[in-house]
């Protein structure tokens, strides 16, 4: 949510005093604070993940259509939900009224639009994330190709034998002389 939020004021400022300004009308001064939190939320989020994945959670190892139908829209309602929340709470913060203008801006309106997009990213790093731990799982734990082999494999390894040099008969040695 964070990263489509800060695209989305760059998108509508690109210049960077613009920007700055923009910000600061709008109540973005505790963006480093945010930054640390979101970090923080992602890590824990794909920690929870991996972990219930390797757990067996049958909604992470069933189906990944199944996966992807179920993660899409709690993303979406996550990141339309925490956008819209963030830009109202910042403006009221500040002291600006909200109404139906504040919705027309530019920055939420572009913002709205990253976050279907970043709400899809989302659920496809999901799906992808969970097919990765069960690879890694499958690999892991599947048997090795060496427990099969009736035989060892040193013997596979050709024992080295001394070819006695004799002349022109192998590529070491003088030549053969008549």
Do not use: N
Not at 95 to 106: D, M, Q, R, V, Y
Not at 115 to 127: C, E, I, K, S
């Amino acid at each position: 949510m964070l990263g489509s939020h800060w695209l989305a004021y760059l998108l509508v400022a690109p210049d960077g005093h613009a920007r700055a300004h923009l910000l600061e009308m709008t109540g973005h001064g505790y963006w480093p604070i945010a930054i640390a939190l979101g970090i923080a939320g992602f890590a824990a989020g794909l920690f929870g993940v991996v972990a219930r994945t390797l757990g067996g959670d049958p909604a992470l190892t069933s189906s990944k259509a199944r996966l992807f139908a179920t993660a899409f829209p709690r993303t979406l309602a996550l990141q339309v939900g925490g956008f819209a929340a963030l830009e109202i709470l910042e403006r009221v913060l500040v002291g600006h009224s909200i109404g139906l203008a504040t919705l027309l801006e530019p920055t939420f309106v572009i913002g709205m639009a990253l976050q279907l997009l970043a709400a899809l990213v989302t659920a496809l790093l999901l799906v992808g994330v969970a097919y990765a731990v069960e690879l890694l799982v499958a690999l892991v734990t599947a048997p090795t190709a060496t427990a099969t082999l009736p035989i060892p494999l040193i013997s596979l390894i050709p024992a080295p034998r001394l070819v006695p040099a004799t002349g022109g008969l192998t590529l070491r040695g003088p030549p053969f002389l008549r």
